[in-house]
């Protein structure tokens, strides 16, 4: 027994959780020929920026504007580099607090809060459109790094 493929899709979707108003997952092209579109979007995963100037990763996203579409001016920071130089981490280093424990995740989480904070008032103040941990241009062309603007405000 055939099912007709509008209740297979319709199956398909009811059983991945998509919401029905979501675009469909297959057409058929003018040659009779599937052709299958996956697009992460909805999980949140891996966009690396196709068809825009932009090669990302959006878990390297830490404020502002993350689909790559919408970049006009991102900008880019040393994440390391200030998580160490917040008072948190010195604190954890300097006591040598285990990171596992819960005062090391307490204080670590307080310093991630720290940075995303300092760097949203760069982005806002910078009139950049978002900040990112990770990101580069397809043209080889530099994205500015505002790693030291943030720091001062750490």
Excluded at 10 to 18: H, M, N, P
Excluded at 65 to 71: F, S, V
Excluded at 130 to 143: C, H, L, N, P
Aim: net charge positive.
């Amino acid at each position: 027994m055939f099912l007709p493929l509008k209740f297979l899709s319709f199956l398909i979707v009811i059983l991945a959780g998509i919401p029905a108003s979501a675009e469909p997952l297959s057409s058929r092209s003018e040659s009779g020929a599937e052709m299958v579109v996956i697009e992460e979007m909805a999980i949140g995963g891996r966009d690396d920026g196709r068809g825009t100037p932009y090669h990302v990763n959006k878990a390297d996203n830490i404020c502002g504007l993350d689909r790559p579409a919408q970049l006009t001016n991102p900008a880019l920071v040393n994440y390391g580099a200030l998580l160490s130089a917040t008072p948190e981490v010195k604190k954890i280093a300097k006591d040598k607090i285990d990171p596992t424990s819960a005062e090391g995740i307490t204080l670590t989480a307080k310093a991630r809060s720290r940075v995303l904070s300092a760097c949203e008032s760069v982005r806002q103040s910078g009139g950049y459109c978002s900040v990112w941990k990770t990101i580069r241009r397809r043209d080889k062309k530099a994205v500015a790094d505002v790693t030291d603007a943030v720091k001062r405000l750490l």
